[in-house]
Nanobody, 117 residues
Framework: VQLQASGGGSVRAGESLKLSCRAS???????????MAWYRQAPGKQRDLVAE???????NYQDSVKGRFTISRDNAKKMVYLQMNSLEPEDTAVYYC?????????WGRGTLVTVSS
């Protein structure tokens, strides 16, 4: 499985960004059953879960992004998205797409989000 994330950039506080992650080398039926997630890692900090979406519609968000971020997926396109609204400087980090297929985890390279005040 390969993951390619995109959509990062530099924005001002209060603005929005939408991250996208394309999965390849995975059959659609496995993608449909997979757990998708976005993590982020700020400079000098550990990588933390931002949002996750199960094969159904169950979602889980880090407390700091609840109400601002929305994770979604398009199984037909093998895509996962992270809509980020009302961005804050504290959201500055490298964002990583993660797919869990069965017991195996796959990671993309990450996309940098920088939020200035």
């Amino acid at each position: 499985v390969q993951l390619q994330a995109s959509g990062g950039g530099s924005v001002r506080a209060g603005e929005s960004l939408k991250l996208s992650c394309r999965a390849s080398r995975i059959i659609t039926s496995d993608f449909v059953k997979s757990r998708m997630a976005w993590y982020r890692q700020a400079p000098g900090k550990q990588r933390d879960l931002v949002a996750e979406l199960t094969s159904g519609t169950s979602t889980n968000y880090q407390d700091s992004v609840k109400g601002r971020f929305t994770i979604s997926r398009d199984n037909a396109k093998k895509m996962v998205y992270l809509q980020m609204n009302s961005l804050e400087p504290e959201d500055t980090a490298v964002y990583y797409c993660n797919v869990q297929v069965g017991s195996r985890d796959y990671w993309g390279r990450g996309t940098l989000v920088t939020v200035s005040s």
